[in-house]
T-cell receptor, first 115, second 113 residues
Framework: NAGVTQTPKFRVLKTGQSMTLLCAQD?????MYWYRQDPGMGLRLIHY???????AKGEVPDGYNVSRLKKQNFLLGLESAAPSQTSVYFC??????????????FGPGTRLTVL | KNQVEQSPQSLIILEGKNCTLQ??????????LRWYKQDTGRGPVSLTI?????NTKSNGRYTATLDADTKQSSLHITASQLSDSASYIC????????????FGKGTTLSVSS
């Protein structure tokens, strides 16, 4: 049981290049999320998905696109990378459950630098 | 504006000592409050989750408290270990689904021998 995995772990891009970050989970979770973490700031939600084939915008969605074609995978795309997108990206997943909370399990992160 | 403020920003303690981290929030609506531990270069790991009706919850040497009236929470670490060196993040959720989390900036704890 690997939990939440992310590929790649590190990436350097030039301004204007595109790339896709892959998140995979083997816990049969319904919900998946993409966050970014910048120095001196709390994590911020980019996009999330509440099930296969669905996606929704978070707090900072501009410049990113996502897809959830399979339940276990959640892809984050940067069509034209900008230096402002230099950050550490975390994927998370959680069950859908009707309880008072919904614990999220995080991946190890992808460190992206845009030159 | 929804905000989660943590203090202190950083803390250094000797191994074996206790410490308490603080979290104040101005968030509405409130669903639950979470504490996460984030080791350097790793993703956050959940320590505790509390709803407004819970005022304390423990996870081993970690004990979180919540005062929903004053909108304050604390994380107490007992008998600290070197492995406790990490960033501790307070997070408030606006909904049960967890799709609207407000993250604090974290407190960086360093435990020295």
């Amino acid at each position: 049981n690997a939990g939440v995995t992310q590929t790649p772990k590190f990436r350097v891009l030039k301004t204007g290049q595109s790339m896709t970050l892959l998140c995979a989970q083997d816990m049969n979770h319904e919900y998946m999320y993409w966050y970014r973490q910048d120095p001196g700031m709390g994590l911020r939600l980019i996009h999330y998905s509440v099930g296969e084939g669905t996606t929704a915008k978070g707090e900072v969605p501009d410049g990113y696109n996502v897809s959830r074609l399979k339940k276990q995978n959640f892809l984050l795309g940067l069509e034209s990378a900008a230096p402002s997108q230099t950050s550490v990206y975390f994927c998370a997943s959680s069950f859908e459950r009707e309880v008072s909370y919904n614990e999220q399990f995080f991946g190890p992160g992808t460190r992206l630098t845009v030159l | 504006k929804n905000q989660v403020e943590q203090s202190p920003q950083s803390l250094i303690i000797l191994e074996g000592k206790n410490c308490t981290l603080q979290c104040n929030y101005t968030v509405s609506p409130f669903s639950n409050l979470r504490w996460y531990k984030q080791d350097t270069g790793r993703g956050p790991v959940s320590l505790t989750i509390m709803t407004f009706s819970e005022n304390t919850k423990s996870n081993g040497r970690y004990t979180a408290t919540l005062d929903a009236d004053t909108k304050q929470s604390s994380l107490h670490i007992t008998a600290s270990q070197l492995s406790d060196s990490a960033s501790y993040i307070c997070v408030v959720s606006l909904d049960q689904a967890g799709t609207a989390l407000i993250f604090g900036k974290g407190t960086t704890l360093s435990v020295s021998s």
